[in-house]
């Protein structure tokens, strides 16, 4: 955050709340606007170039020592329970009680920003200034307010709703385009939020959920899974971070059915910067292009047998799905490739490997494997058109 930035700054009742955003944040986001931007907020919010480097290379993460966790990290017992929010908020102030503080200045960013702002809530009193921060930002813009999604939750649950109308339709929307907003104000409100949640979570669920749909549907690929999930992992054990790269065949399974179903079918706009010619075809520059995913993972010049699952495929191949190898790119390519890939590489198999080696799986009364629905509902992500419905039978651990 520059020092020339203007803050966008909330006055409540006891302690005010300065939300950092961009005016001008570009449309799409590379890895490098992530980076660089993350680091000029912390530089520019404590003041010295050396204050971000020593921040984050003091900065402890407790869990698994997994590639891009800091090295020496303590291991999380998974016998030990899990603090929920609420409880780290209350670790925040044991924290201050231990250094004998009183009063503070909270400084937030997305996950930390979620934690003191819970902590705000609760001990008022010891909160002088709490701080928002996005890892892309660089000054006030009305997408960040946006970017708040847990600020703006507990806003509403407070008694707050007419400061975010306020704030965001009335100072970062001109009359004249408020006007021409069909539907009600709460309505825009709520399609914004929507619009925020599709690229972060709806991608990861769906996925999941066809996977599971395949493995059902497939009942010699699921206990191909299981039987390598029990021989790696030990049956009715969850799956951790260590385990991921054991378990090839789980990996080509999450790789087929990125192939298959796509999380989002059409990628992210491209824009032609000059005339391009692509075969047969002229690309116009400025020209917008959208390039379908899900046709390209079923090309029958590039995959045998393109309609059928089958993680076999991918043996003794170096396709993956990381923006590398053009006949699979779920997330993408090159500079605009999705940020959210890291986290899928790392949440997929942990969470696919946990349900299928903690629990068994059958339909529910009266289906069989035929009765299960494959087809697409299409839409920004692709999604099944009726869910999954199977029950699951806990497995005692072995």
């Not at 005339?275 to 917008?288: F, N, R």
Request: contains cysteine; charged residues 25%; hydrophobic residues 45%.
């Amino acid at each position: 955050m520059p020092f020339s930035a203007i803050l966008f700054i909330i006055f409540l009742s006891i302690f005010d709340i300065s939300l950092c955003g961009d005016r001008d944040k570009p449309a799409l986001i590379t890895y490098p606007d992530v980076a660089l931007n993350y680091v000029s907020c912390f530089q520019g919010l404590l003041f010295c170039p050396e204050a971000a480097s020593l921040m984050l290379r003091n900065f402890c993460i407790y869990h698994i020592d997994a590639p891009g966790h800091e090295l020496g990290a303590d291991v999380i017992s998974s016998d030990e329970p899990l603090l929920c929010v609420d409880d780290l908020a209350d670790q925040v102030a044991e924290v201050l009680d231990f250094f004998g503080l009183r009063e503070v200045m909270c400084m937030g960013v997305t996950a930390g920003a979620y934690i003191l702002t819970l902590f705000a809530m609760k001990y008022k009193e010891r909160v002088l200034r709490l701080i928002l921060v996005s890892p892309i930002c660089k000054g006030p813009s009305w997408t960040e307010w946006i970017y708040n999604k847990v600020l703006m939750n507990l806003l509403y649950f407070y008694g707050m709703c007419g400061l975010l109308k306020e704030c965001l339709l009335q100072r970062y929307f001109s009359k004249e385009l408020r006007c021409s907003i069909e539907g009600s104000e709460s309505e825009v409100i709520l399609t914004c939020r929507r619009n925020i949640f599709v690229a972060g979570t709806d991608t990861s669920t769906y996925t999941l959920e066809w996977a599971m749909a395949e493995l059902m549907h497939n009942p010699e690929i699921m206990s191909k899974v299981q039987n390598e999930l029990e021989q790696v992992v030990g049956k009715g054990i969850p799956v951790e971070e260590t385990d991921i790269a054991k378990l090839p065949y789980m990996q080509a399974v999450i790789k087929e059915t990125f192939r298959v179903h796509p999380p989002v079918p059409l990628l992210l706009p491209r824009k032609a910067e000059t005339d391009v010619e692509i075969g047969d075809y002229i690309i116009p520059k400025d020209a917008q292009v959208l390039v379908n995913a899900w046709v390209i993972g079923r090309d029958p010049s590039k995959w045998e047998n393109p309609n059928a699952f089958v993680p076999e495929r991918f043996f003794n191949s170096e396709i993956d799905f990381k923006g590398h190898h053009f006949e699979l790119i779920p997330f993408g390519s090159g500079r605009r490739i999705c940020p959210g890939l890291p986290l899928a590489i790392r949440m997929l198999p942990l969470m696919l490997g946990s349900l299928v080696n903690c629990f068994d799986w059958r339909l529910e009364d009266g289906l069989n494997v035929d009765d299960l629905n494959k087809e697409d509902e299409y839409g920004i992500t692709l999604e099944k058109s009726q869910p999954v419905r199977i029950v699951p039978i806990k497995l005692t651990k072995q």
